[in-house]
């Protein structure tokens, strides 16, 4: 803690002041530090195929000082469906089925999920495979996905790590 002498209620009340504003600044950069952090670690696990998800994640800050709001999100259009379903496999299980293929179980799992619907609906595609093909220069390529990818990408590091994003914040305010 750093001493001075001060003198007379301006001079209290200009030093409070300043503190103030000096805490406002730190914990702003604080909370933009937590929200970068969280987006780095949602990042880690989120289920890529070919990247537009993981690329649509962005942090964005509104306001100053105490007001400031971060805002950590993913754009892409189906960012919602991808992290609230639970029926869809991801990381390790993904590659396991793109091996081996879809257990009965898991195909069952899957049907509930849609509604029991045996036929598809006319128009409708019929089920996709579960492996990821790229084309490239006439070779089809099957490509694996990371093993920790998984839905709940952006809720789950922020449960888990909200400690660590608090200490962040926390330290901010500390520097002077």
Same mark, same amino acid.
């Given at each position: 803690m750093a001493k001075s002498n001060v003198t007379g209620l301006k001079g209290v009340l200009k030093g409070l002041n300043e503190r103030l504003k000096k805490d406002a600044r730190n914990a702003q950069r604080g909370l933009l530090e937590a929200g970068r952090e969280l987006e780095r670690d949602s990042k880690e696990i989120v289920p890529v195929d070919l990247g537009p998800l993981k690329a649509s994640g962005s942090t !964005?800050? *509104?306001g100053r000082g105490f007001e400031r709001k971060v805002t950590v999100q993913y754009e892409a259009a189906y960012a919602v469906y991808v992290h *609230? +379903?639970? +029926?869809?496999a991801h990381g390790a299980e993904f590659n396991r089925e793109s091996k081996e293929g879809r257990s009965d179980e898991r195909k069952a799992t899957l049907a509930e999920a849609r509604g029991k619907r045996k036929k598809p609906v006319k128009g409708q595609k019929k089920e996709k495979q579960?492996?990821?093909r790229i084309k490239k220069k006439?070779?089809?390529i099957q490509? +694996?996905?990371g093993p920790n990818q998984q839905y709940?990408?952006?809720e789950r590091p922020a449960r888990e790590n909200r !400690? !660590?994003?608090i200490d962040k914040v926390r *330290? *901010?305010?500390r520097k002077k």
């Open positions: !964005k800050a *509104e *609230e +379903n639970p +029926n869809a579960t492996t990821t006439g070779k089809v490509k +694996n996905r709940k990408f952006l !400690k !660590k994003y *330290e *901010e305010m």
